[in-house]
């Protein structure tokens, strides 16, 4: 998922999309979310072929980053063309300038430094690492497109992931509500005994003894 700006951009002329290199082939959307960053996030990856939808994955995290669930979503379409189309070729595109320029460009100079970048780790190394393997055995250059402009697989892979991170944020917060709901007010009839005395019976008598 890509994110507008607070500032207009001056000078900026609308970019212009032509809807139709999307139509013929194999074309795969990857995205993905996340509110708060760091916090729930999602991923998803969208298969079309000749313009059709033929595939869809999507999957969340409860702690993540934004640019994590972007290359995961990424991952995922890589490993999925290796099973599903290992000799057909095809096109990825994904609208984060992070996962893009550092899937074409950037992960081959850091593999050639051990994976360093200046005096420390790259980071997200693990998931650049797995993403190097994947474009080893699925060899292509990842494509940007642009965020939220009606492209209709970028759409697609957008809201699965939003719908992903969503469920993901549902499920924290009915754990949440389980949880709280399970831990009985100290006051409470199944805490009190006769008065009031928070103590059980059995460390009475103990301190009695």
């Not at 290992?86 to 899937?103: E, M």
Request: charged letters at 25%; aromatic letters at 10%.
């Amino acid at each position: 998922m890509s994110y507008k700006f607070p500032f207009k951009q001056k000078n900026k002329k609308p970019l212009a999309i032509d809807h139709g290199i999307y139509q013929a082939g194999l074309h795969l959307f990857a995205d993905g979310a996340c509110e708060p960053n760091p916090g729930p996030g999602g991923w998803a990856f969208v298969v079309y072929k000749d313009g059709q939808e033929i595939h869809a994955e999507s999957g969340g995290s409860p702690q993540t980053t934004n640019n994590i669930m972007e290359m995961t979503g990424a991952l995922r379409a890589l490993e999925w063309l290796a099973r599903s189309c290992p000799d057909r070729q095809a096109s990825l595109h994904c609208d984060s300038q992070y996962v893009v320029n550092g899937c074409n460009d950037w992960r081959l100079s850091w593999k050639s430094k051990a994976w360093k970048r200046g005096k420390g780790e790259v980071k997200n190394l693990e998931l650049w690492q797995l993403l190097d393997a994947a474009l080893e055995r699925y060899p292509l250059r990842l494509t940007w497109c642009k965020g939220h402009a009606g492209i209709t697989g970028n759409e697609r892979a957008d809201a699965l992931s939003v719908e992903a991170m969503r469920n993901v944020t549902v499920t924290l917060q009915t754990r949440s509500c389980n949880i709280t709901s399970r831990d009985t007010p100290r006051n409470s009839a199944e805490f009190r005994e006769d008065g009031g005395d928070y103590l059980t019976r059995k460390f009475r008598e103990i301190m009695k003894e």
